[in-house]
């Protein structure tokens, strides 16, 4: 049974930082690319970030851009977002998202990827 368990998230001053963490299970994820979106209260889900399997194409949401981070581990079957001048705009759910391919012109679309975590909880306070 393939799963996704995002963890790391929290309760933090804004100008903080919180690492995220998306393990996943049940096959081998290497060759999927890996997304981060957010759903924040009463608005949609939106893009974040996303990695491909080799690291070697990353895009970010320009809201985060300069202040987070994805990276991953194949070996461990794991996605990271390394979050830092958190804003209280930041807050949110944040979930994990894999596909074994996602076109590059629709990467920001959560239609885009076929396994999902059940997210964790950001909150920054100002």
């Known amino acids: 049974q393939v799963q996704l368990v995002e963890s790391g998230g929290g309760l933090v001053q804004a100008g903080g930082s919180l690492r995220l963490s998306c393990a996943a299970s049940g096959r081998t994820f290497s060759s999927y690319t890996r997304a981060w979106f957010r759903q924040a209260p009463g608005k949609e889900r939106e893009f974040v970030a996303v990695?491909?399997?080799?690291?070697?194409?990353?895009y970010y949401a320009d809201s985060v851009k300069g202040r987070f981070t994805i990276s991953r581990d194949n070996a461990e079957n794991t996605v990271y977002l390394q979050m830092n001048s958190l804003k209280p705009e930041d807050t949110a759910v944040y979930y994990c998202g894999a596909s074994p391919y996602v076109n590059s012109a629709t990467y920001y679309h959560e239609g885009s990827y076929e396994y999902w975590g059940q997210g964790t909880q950001v909150t920054v306070s100002s």
């Open positions: 990695i491909n399997w080799s690291g070697g194409t990353i």
